[in-house]
C-alpha cells in the first residue's frame, strides 16, 4: 500500500540554524500539507498545497517557515531560524483530491531545538 | 471559531471489553468527520471517515462510528478490544471552504490483559 514518508524520523538543531523537513507524499497525490504536534497538545494545521502554491495556511506559518515542491516527487518544509517553541512533531499528509479526500499522514519528524 | 473537542485524555479498559470514545464538534452545519488512530512511532492512520448518508458508518479494525446530529457527537465505538488497539485516537473534522483538519486533543487509551 503507498504510504507518506519522511526524513528525517529525529531532528535537532539549534536555535537560529535552519531546518529542512523532508517528505515524500503518495505518487499520484495532488494536494500536499504539514501540520505539527507540540508534545502534549493538539495536532495543528500550518500550510496546504496544491499546483505549486499555498492554497491555505494558518497564523502560525508565518515568514520563518516555506514549503516547496522541488520536483516531482518531495515536499518541504523550511524553518529559516528555528526558536525554541518550534520543537515539535512534524507531519506531512497528502490527499488525492480536495478538502473532501481522505488526508494520508507520514510518521512524523521529531524536531528539537535546542 | 470551529472545534472539536474529545473529553477523554486517557481511557483503560480491559482487553475484550467494549469501548467508547466521545468526539464533539462546533460548528454551525455538517462538517466531515473523522477518527484516526496513532500508534506509538507510527503516523496517523485513517480508521473511518463520514460525510454523508448512513449515520453509522464501518470502520478498520472492527471499529464503526456513529454521527448525531443533535448532540454534534461523532463517537468512535469497538464491541471488543484487542491489546493491540492500544493507541492515541484522533478525531477530526474539515469543514466548508478549508482544506485543513481540525483536530481534538487526542484520547491515549490503554488496554489491560
Known amino acids: 500500500e503507498p504510504e507518506v514518508t519522511q526524513t528525517p524520523s529525529h531532528q535537532v538543531t539549534q536555535m537560529g540554524q535552519e531546518v529542512i523537513l523532508r517528505c515524500v507524499p503518495i505518487?499520484?497525490?495532488?494536494?500536499f500539507y504539514w501540520y505539527r504536534q507540540i508534545l502534549g497538545q493538539k495536532v495543528e494545521f500550518l500550510v496546504s498545497f496544491y499546483n505549486n502554491e499555498i492554497s491555505e495556511k494558518s497564523e502560525i506559518f508565518d515568514d520563518q517557515f516555506s514549503v516547496e515542491r522541488p520536483d516531482g516527487s518531495n515536499f518541504t518544509l523550511k524553518i529559516r531560524s528555528t526558536k525554541l517553541e518550534d520543537s515539535a512533531m512534524y507531519f506531512c499528509a497528502s490527499s488525492d483530491r480536495a478538502r473532501t479526500d481522505t488526508q494520508y499522514f507520514g510518521p512524523g519528524t521529531r524536531l528539537t531545538v535546542l | 471559531a470551529q472545534s472539536v473537542t474529545q473529553p477523554d485524555i486517557h481511557i483503560t479498559v480491559s482487553e475484550g471489553a467494549s469501548l467508547e470514545l466521545r468526539c464533539n464538534y462546533s460548528y454551525g452545519a455538517t462538517p466531515y468527520l473523522f477518527w484516526y488512530v496513532q500508534s506509538p512511532g507510527q503516523g496517523l492512520q485513517l480508521l473511518l471517515k463520514y460525510f454523508s448518508g448512513d449515520t453509522l458508518v464501518q470502520g478498520i479494525k472492527g471499529f464503526e462510528a456513529e454521527f448525531k446530529r443533535s448532540q454534534s457527537s461523532f463517537n468512535l465505538r469497538k464491541p471488543s478490544v484487542h491489546w493491540s488497539d492500544a493507541a492515541e485516537y484522533f478525531c477530526?473534522?474539515?469543514?466548508?471552504?478549508?482544506?485543513?483538519?481540525?483536530f481534538g486533543t487526542g484520547t491515549r487509551l490503554k488496554v489491560l490483559a
Open positions: 505518487s499520484n497525490h495532488l494536494y
Open positions: 477530526a473534522v474539515i469543514t466548508s471552504g478549508t482544506y485543513k483538519y481540525i
